[in-house]
């Protein structure tokens, strides 16, 4: 039997978005800090506020933008939410104080939010469904490339030209997510029956389907937020800073390396085979990280973490869309994504809190036992119910058959 086609126009476009969306997304990241300290006069406190509004302004906006975009349209939704990023990336430009960056970052943040949620629900509505696994695999690599490739020319801009020009670069980035979607079709699926009237009660804003998958994805992103936030101070402790710079380049190759394989296992053998060992990747990979003392095991720990962690996302949020209706993708992927970038925004301020304390070693290996902890906590809200889900199809196949 032929296989459905992935990679298709549609398909490539909306990846392409994503991919401009969260290069600059991670552009602004590492530079915002060093702006706001060189040229605004800032201090630590409100360096972190620049990074957490950001995250302030998507966390609330995406269980609403599930509800707008099965109510508005997956098109309409998009376009309204590249044209406040590209508002916003313009503006940085004229942010001279840092009131009007903050209230920009919040404003960006909500722009963001609506975007990649948009995204995500039409790669969801484009990828066939037998190769749903792999399909959202390699949409989550073009993140994953932005992730690498948005800090390096992020800090080789901040070098070596001005922060104007830096952020001219980012709002020609936004530019090309709004070029990469403007030929694509997108599948028109008609707006789904909210289940109450009432617009702010919690049926409306989380889709329940995906809940239990989100609350896995939110307890990972956790653990992800000790990397995200502390492996670059972490390094420098152990006077490893130049392996710093090459962690997130380790992490990227392997996890480009598994990605053909793991979302085609997915759809093959079932979600169990992949988390499983994903989880316990990145528990390992913590655990190194926790006694690295050269650049050798600094980086082999990106190995572990590059698989483990690379892999889940895009798995988890696999599954939280196929519980869900063609009508509730897009408040699926909002639900999961609100636990997800919940759990890295408490993550980064509760490990600083604890790392003060313990000291980042000591940190990570306690973050290896909880991301265990979590191996059961799969278990209980999702993995124990993939036999019996497989048996079911098996058993209506049967019947189908006779």
């Keep these: 039997m032929n296989k ?23 552009l602004l990241i590492v530079t915002l800090p060093i702006y706001t300290m060189d040229q605004l006069g800032g201090n630590a406190a409100e360096i972190g506020l620049v990074v957490t509004i ?34 916003s990336t313009f503006f940085y430009i004229f942010s001279h104080s840092l009131t009007p960056l903050l209230f920009l ?25 037998s190769r749903r696994g792999e399909g959202m695999g390699y949409y989550a690599t073009f993140m994953n490339l932005a992730m690498v490739i948005g800090p390096f020319l992020g800090l080789t801009l901040v070098q070596f030209t001005s922060f104007t020009n830096m952020f001219i670069v980012c709002t020609l980035l936004s530019v090309l997510a709004i070029i990469s979607v403007v030929f694509i079709s997108i599948p028109k699926i008609h707006p789904g029956e909210l289940v109450s009237k009432t617009f702010f009660s919690f049926k409306n804003l989380f889709e329940k389907s995906a809940l239990p998958i989100s609350i896995v994805g939110g307890m990972l992103a956790i653990a992800y937020a000790g990397i995200l936030s502390f492996v670059s101070v972490y390094a420098k402790e152990l006077d490893l800073l130049t392996a710093a710079s090459y962690f997130f380049v380790v992490y990227a190759v392997f996890l480009l390396a598994s990605r053909p394989f793991t979302g085609r296992w997915f759809d093959q053998y079932g979600e169990n085979f992949i988390i499983y060992p994903a ?13 690295s003392t050269s650049t050798f095991t600094f980086l082999l720990s990106g190995v ?32 999961f994504f609100t636990f997800y970038d919940a759990g890295i925004g408490l993550g980064s301020y509760l490990l600083g809190i604890t790392a003060i304390s313990l000291g980042y070693a000591n940190l990570y290996l306690l973050l290896s036992f909880f991301i265990i902890g979590c191996l059961g906590l799969y278990f209980v809200l999702h993995g124990r119910f993939q036999n019996q889900k497989k048996q079911k199809e098996e058993l209506q196949h049967e019947i189908h058959v006779q």
């Design 54 to 87: 950001f995250l302030i302004g998507a966390v609330i906006i995406r269980p609403l933008s599930g509800i707008w975009i099965e109510r508005m349209g997956r098109r309409k939704m998009l376009a309204i939410a590249l044209a406040i990023v590209l508002v």
């Design 304 to 335: 572990f973490i590059g698989i483990g962690f690379g892999t889940l996302t895009p798995a988890l949020q696999t599954i939280a869309i196929r519980g869900a209706s063609p009508t509730s993708r897009g408040m699926a992927t909002a639900t």
């Design 279 to 291: 989880i316990l990747s990145s528990a390992i990979g913590l655990m190194i990280l926790s006694q």
């Design 4 to 26: 459905q086609p992935l990679w298709t126009k549609n398909f490539l476009g909306v990846s392409m978005s994503s991919f401009f969306l969260f290069l600059a997304f991670y």
């Design 105 to 129: 970052r919040f404003f960006h943040g909500i722009g963001f939010g609506m975007a990649t949620t948009a995204t995500g629900t039409i790669v969801a509505d484009l990828v066939p469904e």
